[in-house]
């Protein structure tokens, strides 16, 4: 999205559904990093980067009323895929 001209307000976006958040969203965050400790992916180039990115809290928003166990697997995915699509973009 480009940067409207000096002057001009950027218009709001329009949800018709009100902003949610998974209560659990910052133990989701830490289970993240856990999660990668244990499976070896904290050790992989970039990866500090990903995590500035909050998957954790994307994933609390996508599902902010399921239980943890959801929220926190679709953390740990999207995490993964990131590395998969990193790892295809520049490993060999």
Known sequence: MSTPPAGRARPRLF????????????HVEE?????????GLAALP??????????????????????REAVQLLADLVL???????DCEDGP
């Open 46 to 67: 970039g990866h500090e980067a990903l995590l500035s990115h909050r998957m954790g809290e994307l994933a609390a928003r996508v599902l902010p009323q399921t239980d």
């Open 15 to 26: 949800c018709p559904l009100p902003g949610a958040i998974h209560p659990d969203n910052r």
């Open 80 to 86: 993964w895929l990131f590395h998969v699509d990193d």
């Open 31 to 39: 289970g993240i990093r856990q999660w990668a400790r244990g499976t």
